[in-house]
């Protein structure tokens, strides 16, 4: 399958501070996911892009599909405890494609938030 | 409640003991994946269903798994001859079909090998 390499593996902040992490492959994507996945549960969706430049923001997330369609990024401002978890970017197994089925998924960014 | 079921949540089973893994998918739902993910990695995408048809089989590690889908609903994923490698978290997902719709993930099934 296609490789997508994640970073920081890791980060630890303060509450308050704002995150950035990305994500790259050495294939084009067509698409770009984010997603939150807290202990003991399964991944939730963020954010997904489909165009190559596209900037997309929910609440305090935001995300950028990147403008060479090999990678993506991923902003929280104004961290929160809850924002505590691992963060993977994924996209289509198949990478020129478009379908959300069948994803590949990075190694995952770990964040830690300090009160 | 709506969202993906699995169960068990947690198993712990002998080396060489076979093990059946449950989805229940959301309702309507007709495209289901199943993912594995080992300590500390991303998401291993292994095989998904279109209805009860899986066209695609090559994610599967080895011919110790299999998975089936009846009735358009609940997917079993199946691991004869367990080997401590198969140790994981195996999740479940399901979107209304294939296309560019997200997938709901289920909070996966701990298993153990020992």
């Known amino acids: 399958g296609q490789q997508l390499n994640q970073s920081p593996q890791s980060m630890f902040i303060q509450e308050g501070e704002d995150v950035s992490m990305n994500c790259t492959s050495s294939s084009i994507f067509n698409t770009w996911l984010w997603y939150k996945q807290d202990p003991g549960e399964g991944p939730v969706l963020l954010i997904a892009l489909y165009k190559a430049g596209e900037l997309t923001s929910n609440g305090r997330l935001t995300a950028q599909f990147g403008i060479t369609r090999k990678d993506s990024f991923l902003n929280i401002s104004a961290s929160i405890p809850s924002d505590v978890g691992i963060y993977f970017c994924a996209g289509p197994l198949n990478a020129g494609g478009t379908s959300y089925g069948k994803l590949t998924f990075g190694q995952g960014t770990i964040l830690t938030v300090h009160p | 409640g709506a969202g993906v079921s699995q169960s068990p949540s947690n198993k712990v089973t002998e080396k060489g003991k076979d093990v059946e893994l449950r989805c229940d998918p959301i309702s309507g739902h007709t495209a289901l994946y199943w993912y594995r993910q080992s300590l500390g990695q991303g998401l291993e995408f292994l095989i998904y269903f279109q209805g009860n048809s899986a066209p695609d089989k090559s994610g599967l590690p080895s011919d110790r798994f299999s998975a089936e889908r009846t009735g358009g609903s609940v997917s079993t994923l199946t691991i004869q001859r367990t080997q401590q490698e198969d140790s994981a978290v195996y999740l479940c997902?399901?979107?209304?079909?294939?296309?560019?719709?997200?997938?709901?993930f289920g909070d996966g099934t701990r298993l153990s090998i020992l």
């Open positions: 997902a399901s979107s209304p079909n294939l296309g560019n719709q997200p997938q709901h």
